[in-house]
């Protein structure tokens, strides 16, 4: 990781502790989360428990993620929720155009863009995913894909607009498998010089993210390629532990 970004530990809880046991976990969290600073810590806890969990961790270092968000601001969206009720629930950022939602539910890349738009907007820091399946690797397509999924925003963002960007392999969610540290740090290193291409200060103060079956054993060599600047965390954010061992790794020896 570059001494120039803070890392950033993000755990996404998914469709899983949504009600009382997500106020455990996040208590459990801060109680043992020993040392925060120099690592931005933010944990995304579906929407049926994300004001009671933003109150568990107020005034805590820890920040508060919706798992995604309407572009529109109001209106008769049934079943939707928009960037302004994320920050009224405690919310300070967004996961926007993660892999199952593009896979499970449709989402574009302008789609995504419009999203990002609107979060930017409304004052929530988004984390952009992106990424390919595997046989879109196979076929030699990487960055194809996941460059055009990355130029569908970037006219959005802008040096001092709070994003992060995640890339997240489909291949490596929820299989046990993951990229090598060579094989994510190749694909941040591409990112990043997409985004350089728009504004190196851009480039420069957008932390990228890797995620894909992130956990204790692994994210310390991924942590370590100069382009990682921290780890959207699954499954592993699900357990305290592994998840505070993960954010101690991104502190380095």
């Known amino acids: ?8 530990i993000a755990g996404n809880w998914k469709m899983q502790h949504g009600g009382r046991s997500g106020c455990e976990l996040a208590a459990a969290i801060r109680r043992d989360l020993a040392d925060p600073r120099g690592v931005s810590v933010v944990v995304a806890p579906p929407f049926t428990a994300l004001a009671a969990v933003s109150a568990e961790l107020d005034g805590s270092a820890i920040s508060v993620a919706g798992q995604n968000m309407h572009a529109a601001g109001s209106g008769a969206f049934t079943g939707e929720i928009s960037a302004a009720m994320l920050k009224e629930a405690g919310a300070s950022w967004v996961i926007l155009g993660h892999s199952e939602r593009r896979q499970l539910f449709g989402e574009t890349d302008a789609g995504v863009a419009e999203k990002t738009g609107a979060a930017l907007a409304a004052g929530l820091r988004p984390i952009v995913c992106v990424g390919e399946t595997l046989a879109e690797r196979d076929a030699g397509r990487t960055f194809d894909v996941v460059l055009a999924q990355v130029a569908a925003v ?14 997240e392999p489909v291949w490596a969610i929820g299989t046990g498998r993951n990229a090598t540290a060579a094989q994510a740090e190749e694909v941040h290193a591409r990112i990043r010089a997409l985004l350089a291409e728009t504004s190196v200060a851009l480039a420069e ?13 692994n994210a310390a060599a991924l942590l370590s390629c100069p382009n990682v600047d921290g780890a959207l ?17 991104a502190h380095g020896p």
């Open 1 to 8: 990781m570059t001494s120039t970004r803070t890392p950033i």
């Open 154 to 167: 970037t006219a959005t963002l802008a040096p001092s607009a709070g994003h992060a960007i995640a890339y």
């Open 205 to 217: 103060a957008t932390p990228i993210l890797y995620g894909g079956s992130v956990k204790p054993d």
């Open 233 to 249: 965390v699954g499954g592993a954010s699900l357990d305290s532990r592994q998840f505070l061992a993960i954010v101690a790794a």
